[in-house]
Structures are given as structure tokens and as C-alpha cells.
């Protein structure tokens, strides 16, 4: 099985697990670095950034959310975000949608760590200051896998505020999205500033063999998170480590490595 | 023997030899302690909400000396 058809699978597989908590008996609690909200009626796992939240709202050290994440991204580093994250799943679909709309992406930007950590931090701040989950109610994930399910299930007689800045938010990500791959993922998602953290000291990692590279670019043009530099593939915490540079290299000089 | 040799890709062996490359022992090290660490915090959490780890010792202790506690 080729890396595509095995990221594919796994993205589904993501999908169906993440479900799993179906009858609300399977909600197990454990923390998943993956943006998925735990609101949703159907989720399994608990959200990170909403638990990291919800802890900063308590003033209490997160020592389970913190030890499992730490354990997870040590081990994989941000690949779960190109292998297992649903939001990035559905970033991946709409991608398939642009490219058979347009050859290329139609907006050519590179990608910006530094806002990314921005969000991470205002969002862990806000919670902390305001002693509430605030940007659960902004999470376009949370608009997408939360507040449509619980929309359709208790359907009220009027339209809950929150519910309008969740379609806003949502509607606004996902045409975005559309234009640049990857959007939320490579700008926005304080999920991504945290698993990319950890690029650097996962195990799994993508390394490339100076030897064996021509330094031809097909794999940077490949990128769906727009990382421009050769050096930065497989270390920059922009990299997803989806494999499409892997696949793309003709002269096999870019790996999957520990 | 030789549809052995052919059903054994060359090509695939050595990408798998190379996914195992070989660094310091310094660069396992570190990682094996961090992924012990986070273990350990793990572990602290789960104490700490569900006192997992004090009904452990209070189960080897029974199981062990007949100690209750």
C-alpha cells in the first residue's frame, strides 16, 4: 500500500474513532492531540485544547492532558495532524475539491508558525483570565462536529447567538480553505502550534539525504502546508509529516526515519 | 530459493534499514526520558482524579504481605 492510500485509511479510520462514543457510554476521556470537540455527541476523546482550557479556567495544572500529550506528540510529533485529525481530514477533502477546480492552489502563501503560537497563547490566556472555555465557542471544529449535531438534536424555537458565530466562523474557515490549502491548519490552529513544538524531539520525524537530493523542488511544490524551504521538511513545526514530499521525491532522498 | 530472493525486494529492505538509522545514544536517551516523563505526569493525573496509583499499592500490598492500606 502506497503512503496515500495508508494516510487515507488512517484519516478514516481518525474519523470512525473519534465517533465511537455513540450511545455517550464510550466517552472515555483520554486526550488526543487532534482538534475534535469533545462537545460533539458522538466524541470519544476529550478535545486538548478544551481540556487544556477548561484547566487554565481552574487553575489547576493539567497533569494528565499534559502527560498524555507530551507521550503522544513525543512519539509522532505533528503527524497527527496529516494522519488523524478530522478537521485536517476535512482540510484535505476540500483540497481535492480545489485541485479539481484549479491545478494549484489559487493563493500561493507560505507558512507562518508565529501566529499559530500566538493563538495558542491567547487562547490558554483568555480562558485563564476569563475563568471560562471562551474559544470553544469560536472552534470551527466545534462548529462543525459539536454545534450541528446538537442543533439538529435539540432543535430549539429560535437560533442560539452562538450558533451564528459558529456557522460565521465555520463559513469563513472552510472558504478559506478553499483558497489556501490547509488554512486553519497552517495559520490558525493553536492544536498545530502545539503538536509543531514537539517536531523537533518526536521519533518519527522525515529526514532528507543531502547526498541523495537534487535539490529539484518537487517536494516543496507538493506541501500542502506551504513550507518553501528544503531544510525545513520533516523539522519545521509547520511540517504535518503527511508524506506527500516522500511520495513526490523521485530520487527516494526524502524518508520516514526515528 | 531464488523465488525467495525475488519475493524479498532489495529496494524495500534497505528503505527499512534506513528508517532505523543510526544516531547517538544520547538522541534515544532523551527522547526514551521524555516519553518516561510523560508517563510519570500521566500516571500523576490519574492519581490525582481517580487515585489509581495509591488502590495500586494498596492492592500489591494486600496481595503481597496480607497489609490493609
Known amino acids: 500500500m502506497n503512503i496515500k492510500a495508508t494516510r487515507v485509511s488512517i484519516q478514516v479510520l481518525g474519523l470512525v474513532l473519534h465517533n465511537l462514543g455513540l450511545t455517550f457510554s464510550l466517552k472515555t476521556g483520554i486526550v488526543t492531540p487532534a482538534l475534535y470537540c469533545y462537545a460533539c455527541p458522538l466524541a470519544m476523546f476529550a478535545c486538548p485544547i478544551g481540556t487544556l482550557q477548561h484547566f487554565c479556567a481552574l487553575r489547576i495544572l493539567p497533569l494528565y492532558a499534559i502527560g498524555s500529550l507530551g507521550f503522544l506528540l513525543t512519539a509522532a510529533g505533528r503527524s497527527f495532524c496529516g494522519w488523524i485529525c478530522p478537521f485536517g481530514?476535512?482540510?484535505?477533502?476540500?483540497?481535492?475539491?480545489?485541485?479539481?477546480?484549479?491545478?494549484?492552489?489559487?493563493?500561493?502563501?507560505?507558512?507562518?508558525?508565529?501566529?499559530?503560537?500566538?493563538?495558542?497563547?491567547?487562547?490558554?490566556?483568555?480562558?485563564?483570565?476569563?475563568?471560562?472555555?471562551?474559544?470553544?465557542?469560536?472552534?470551527?471544529?466545534?462548529?462543525?462536529?459539536?454545534?450541528?449535531?446538537?442543533?439538529?438534536?435539540?432543535?430549539?424555537?429560535?437560533?442560539?447567538?452562538y450558533f451564528v458565530m459558529h456557522m460565521l466562523t465555520l463559513v469563513v474557515v472552510l472558504v478559506l480553505a478553499l483558497v489556501v490549502g490547509r488554512f486553519w491548519c497552517r495559520y490558525l490552529c493553536p492544536m498545530g502550534a502545539l503538536n509543531g513544538v514537539f517536531n523537533r524531539f518526536s521519533i518519527l520525524k522525515i529526514t532528507r539525504s543531502e547526498s541523495e537530493c537534487t535539490g529539484c523542488g518537487s517536494c516543496v511544490e507538493k506541501c500542502p502546508m506551504g513550507i518553501g524551504d528544503l531544510s525545513a521538511i520533516g523539522k519545521s513545526s509547520d511540517c504535518i509529516l503527511c508524506g506527500r514530499c516522500v511520495e513526490a521525491c523521485t530520487k527516494h532522498a526524502l524518508r520516514f526515519a526515528t | 530459493m531464488q523465488n525467495q530472493c525475488e519475493v524479498i525486494n532489495p529496494y524495500h529492505m534497505a528503505q527499512v534499514g534506513k528508517m532505523f538509522s543510526r544516531k547517538p545514544l544520547h538522541y534515544y536517551l532523551f527522547r526514551f526520558w521524555a516519553l518516561c516523563l510523560f508517563l510519570l505526569l500521566m500516571l500523576l493525573g490519574l492519581d490525582r482524579q481517580y487515585g489509581v496509583v495509591q488502590s495500586f499499592v494498596q492492592f500489591l500490598c494486600r496481595a503481597c504481605v496480607g497489609l490493609d492500606g
Not at chain 1, 487562547?123 to 475563568?131: E, H, Q, R
Request: proline fraction near 5%; include cysteine; charged fraction near 15%.
Open chain 1, 89 to 161: 481530514s476535512l482540510h484535505d477533502a476540500l483540497g481535492l475539491v480545489r485541485s479539481r477546480w484549479k491545478k494549484t492552489a489559487l493563493v500561493k502563501l507560505k507558512a507562518c508558525s508565529a501566529a499559530k503560537f500566538m493563538m495558542l497563547l491567547a487562547v490558554l490566556a483568555v480562558a485563564w483570565y476569563a475563568a471560562d472555555t471562551i474559544y470553544c465557542r469560536f472552534c470551527p471544529s466545534a462548529s462543525l462536529f459539536a454545534s450541528i449535531p446538537y442543533f439538529i438534536l435539540n432543535p430549539t424555537s429560535g437560533v442560539p447567538f
